[in-house]
């Protein structure tokens, strides 16, 4: 499964092996008898993002939590910007900076206080530690938002407050646990701009996400973690080739006109996803022109009362479709806002499986 | 800089975070200063006359019982400063900023060790107002400077004790609600001791219970200290008892504070 072509496209690397940000070597974890992570390997070039994609529960903050020292790995090797972090986790933390899935700023602080408490816990002295402050301010778009509690800040604000902080120590190596997830479509923009920033500085970026719009915006590499092993790795791209083009979505006026179509694709064999609450129909189509005449044919030959029809482009739910055969159970893996659209396997059409 | 440095640095720089965020946010400081007064003034103008004739027999009243009192008071004190810590130190590891402190290159004890000194620091104050009312209301110890000295000492001691305690109990709690329960049966301690009534007045059960729970050596070394009674051995359990306590609720604590997030 793993993609073990070096890293030669990537700009920053000289033809001489580059030691790499982060390498991950049969890391395995479990909490009582779950097995959470079964020997997952990854390495990481410095100055590049990676993306590791996967769905609530494959134990993606788990990966993030034992590379930032806050676990302990059950077996495997862990290192981050050269250090292991069972052995050496100080030297770990001096080089790494952690944003976590739920802001961790001090909601009693204004955004300059903050940024200021990071500065004086890295042992800036004062005159650097304001330049610092000043700039982050500005950079991250909060210096009018400065002087105020961060408990009046937006969520897009407290993600940004909460980058800036990780950035007080000039880190090498950045950690984002779903940096994006909940956010609207704006703030979501935004923060994608500050990771392509950071990245443009020389830092590395190690994210995970459950959108691979996310992933396909900013990783240069990517992983599929899937039930606690890697089933994927490589560019967005090839990652892409290996899902059949996405889907088209078809909405029905009734429930018995959704009945009908369900039970003639089902008839093919062909597995497509049923929502009853939005009366709609998931069937495979990469929306070509050609894909999509054969499938408004089909819909004239089976007489099918089709009300709406949208083409989706692969998204998270198709990749692990392609990948693992089953799909996420994951309602808002899409980030353009197409929920409640499990995919099932033509013999249990009616309800999505749950990954776990 | 030494580690030593970095670790006191570290430390003054979480102290400073406790104390602005008590400006901010003054429930804490609220509860600890002002239960105790409430408590104090209710035992006083409300008990105080009928008590005072009971402990110290016909003719005595308000005035004897607010003395017997105070040392007790000032137990409570720590207990609700006590209530209070479990809160802070929960908001701090749900909100996810304590994760972020874990992950940074900072001397790890100074997380706590702000917590903890800035809880004794609002729990010392809340004792001094409260010792200021009560010469107000006309409390009359017989204490020499060095008797005051050592009292303070004492009291400081088992703060610092049992604030250790209620940052393992904060750090032990799932949530914020959790943490605020867990502390609870603290502030009813110093009532099932002999804070409020010689325990001798007391059921054989409850009474057995009050002389042998930890406040009331505590509250019987402070009231000899101040009023001159018999002191004893209490003095010594006093002692003893603040240094298991601290001892134990630093390692439970430390123990928390460094497992895995769940």
Not at chain 1, 17 to 37: C, F, H
Not at chain 1, 159 to 166: N, Q
Not at chain 2, 206 to 232: D, H, K, M, N
Request: negative net charge; glycine residues 10%; contains cysteine.
């Amino acid at each position: 499964m793993r993609d073990l072509r070096a890293a030669t496209t990537d700009p920053t690397t000289t033809p001489g092996r580059v030691a790499p940000a982060i390498e991950v070597t049969g890391l395995r974890r479990s909490y009582g008898d779950l097995l959470v992570l079964d020997g997952v390997d990854l390495t990481v070039t410095p100055g590049t993002v990676f993306a590791l994609l996967g769905p609530n529960g494959a134990g993606k903050t788990t990966v993030v939590n034992i590379l930032t020292t806050l676990v302990d790995a059950h077996g495997g090797t862990v290192r981050v910007a050269g250090h292991d972090v069972a052995t050496e986790p100080d030297l770990v933390r001096r080089s790494i900076g952690v944003t976590g899935q739920f802001s961790a700023i001090d909601d009693l602080f204004t955004g300059a206080e903050n940024l200021r408490l990071m500065a004086d816990l890295h042992h800036l002295d004062r005159l650097e530690g304001s330049r610092r402050v000043s700039e982050l301010l500005e950079r991250f778009d909060l210096v009018d938002a400065a002087d105020r509690p961060a408990t009046t800040y937006s969520g897009g604000m407290r993600r940004r407050l909460d980058l800036a902080m990780t950035l007080v120590g000039d880190p090498q190596v950045i950690f984002l646990d779903e940096p994006t997830t909940g956010l609207d479509p704006r703030s979501r923009r935004t923060m994608w701009e500050a990771v392509t920033e950071l990245v443009d500085d020389g830092t590395t970026v190690f994210l995970t996400t459950q959108y691979l719009e996310e992933a396909d915006r900013l990783a240069d590499r990517v992983a599929v973690l899937d039930r606690g092993t890697i089933v994927a790795d490589g560019t967005v791209d090839e990652l892409k080739r290996r899902v059949p083009g996405g889907h088209v979505r078809l909405q029905f006026p009734s429930t018995v006109q959704l009945d009908t179509a369900a039970a003639t694709w089902r008839d093919d064999g062909r597995v497509v996803g049923r929502d009853d609450r939005s009366l709609t129909l998931q069937v495979p189509g990469d929306g070509s022109p050609d894909s999509l005449r054969a499938l408004l044919d089909r819909i004239d030959r089976d007489r099918l009362d089709v009300e709406h029809l949208s083409v989706h482009r692969p998204d998270l739910d198709d990749v692990f479709l392609a990948l693992t055969g089953r799909g996420t159970d994951h309602d808002a893996a899409d980030p353009e806002g197409a929920t409640g659209t499990g995919r099932a396997d033509p013999d249990h059409a009616t309800a999505p499986e749950a990954v776990r | 800089m030494t580690t030593t440095t970095f670790a006191l640095r570290d430390t003054s720089t979480m102290l400073r975070r406790e104390f602005r965020r008590t400006l901010r946010y003054p429930v804490g400081p609220s509860v600890t200063v002002g239960l105790p007064i409430v408590f104090l003034l209710l035992f006083v103008y409300v008990l105080g006359d009928t008590l005072g004739a009971g402990l110290a027999g016909p003719g005595a009243g308000r005035d004897d019982y607010l003395d017997y009192l105070v040392p007790g008071m000032l137990v409570l004190t720590i207990a609700s400063a006590t209530s209070v810590t479990p809160v802070t130190v929960a908001i701090d590891r749900t909100a996810g900023i304590m994760d972020r402190f874990r992950t940074m290159a900072i001397a790890r004890s100074s997380v706590l060790a702000g917590h903890v000194l800035a809880n004794v620091a609002q729990a010392m104050v809340g004792m001094a107002v409260l010792v200021g009312i009560a010469l107000l209301l006309g409390f009359s110890p017989t204490a020499t400077p060095v008797e005051w000295l050592v009292t303070a000492g004492l009291l400081a001691l088992a703060t610092f004790a049992l604030i250790w305690f209620a940052v393992a109990l904060g750090l032990v709690a799932d949530s914020v609600e959790t943490a605020s329960n867990l502390a609870m049966p603290l502030v009813l301690l110093p009532f099932l001791g002999s804070g409020f009534v010689p325990t001798e007045s007391l059921p054989t059960g409850l009474r057995w219970f009050a002389e042998y729970q930890p406040f009331t050596p505590i509250i019987e070394t402070v009231r000899g200290l101040l009023l001159g009674t018999a002191i004893g051995w209490q003095g010594v359990v006093a002692v003893a008892w603040c240094l298991v306590i601290t001892v134990a609720s630093w390692r439970w604590a430390r123990h928390l504070f460094h497992r895995d997030p769940t």
